[in-house]
């Protein structure tokens, strides 16, 4: 079992919980995730880490209750256990030799994103944070980002935090000032990644993008996170997540990404009672 140690509300729709599982804690890396199960009766699901604390042995998650699982979990409290937290799981993200770097997060990719803006900022690389919301309510993380990057911009769909726009509109415009990097990280929305991939091939930025598809089991076997890069299917569970985002064929992993939409939703709603009294 693996306890929980705290729980947060980081806004309406964003739970952040600490996890306790040292042995994940002292293996996990920026770029990798956990499978988790809340009882015997749950379903397994896939979710990166955010943080991580080896002294003291926990593991931090961010999620948004919109599925079956994850409403169930934000139910949860401190005190409360999981059964299973089986991890670190997929391949760290390559970050070794980068310099000077834009690390671009899309709503609640912002929470993946963190770990590595911190990882580069504290190896003493030049970080800027780019993040993109729906509005000023939803933004998460400000605090946690500014300690750890050399600029941090936000911006909202709305305006309502006095910066409107796309995180690529941003992105373009420190590009073109000179930003000079050499690597662009990209977090969020599959067409947000998308569009951030096209712009910094313009400007032939090396780009990586992690891919989040349905997983069912994390160890390549069930084939159900299949994502196309370079012409070919790889498995985001083993063989990434993170992938050269010049590489991935988009439009397929979105088309793939709408295939149980309708089984989610009937999920969503439905409470198993299988082997229940």
Request: proline share 4%.
């Amino acid at each position: 079992m693996y306890p929980i140690r705290k729980v947060e509300q980081l806004n309406n729709e964003v739970t952040r919980m600490e996890i306790v599982a040292p042995q994940v804690s002292a293996k996990i890396k920026p770029g990798q995730f956990i499978m988790l199960r809340i009882d015997e009766y749950g379903e397994r699901i896939p979710l990166t880490m955010n943080d991580c604390n080896p002294d003291a042995g926990t593991v931090t998650i961010v999620f948004q209750a919109v599925g079956a699982t994850t409403k169930r979990l934000r139910h949860l409290k401190a005190g409360d256990c999981l059964l299973d937290f089986a991890g670190p799981l997929g391949r760290p993200t390559g970050l070794e030799g980068a310099a000077r770097v834009a690390v671009i997060g899309g709503g609640l990719g912002t929470a993946i994103a963190y770990p590595q803006a911190k990882w580069l900022y504290d190896q003493g690389a030049e970080v800027d944070v780019i993040t993109g919301f729906r509005s000023r309510e939803l933004i998460i993380l400000e605090s946690e980002i500014a300690a750890h990057s050399t600029r941090q911009i936000i911006m909202t769909d709305d305006g309502s935090n006095g910066n409107k726009g796309l995180v690529t509109e941003a992105l373009r415009r420190r590009i073109e000032e000179g930003a000079g990097y050499d690597l662009v990280l990209a977090v969020g929305p599959l067409i947000m990644m998308k569009f951030v991939c096209l712009l910094t091939k313009e400007h032939g930025i090396r780009t990586l993008v992690s891919m989040n598809p349905l997983m069912i089991d994390g160890t390549g076997m069930c084939g159900g996170c299949r994502v196309k890069v370079d012409g070919a299917y790889r498995h985001a569970c083993v063989d990434g997540p993170d992938f050269d985002g010049h590489l991935v064929d988009f439009d397929d992993a979105m088309s793939r990404s709408k295939l149980y939409q309708s089984f989610e939703a009937e999920a969503a709603g439905h409470e198993c009672l299988i082997g229940r009294d």
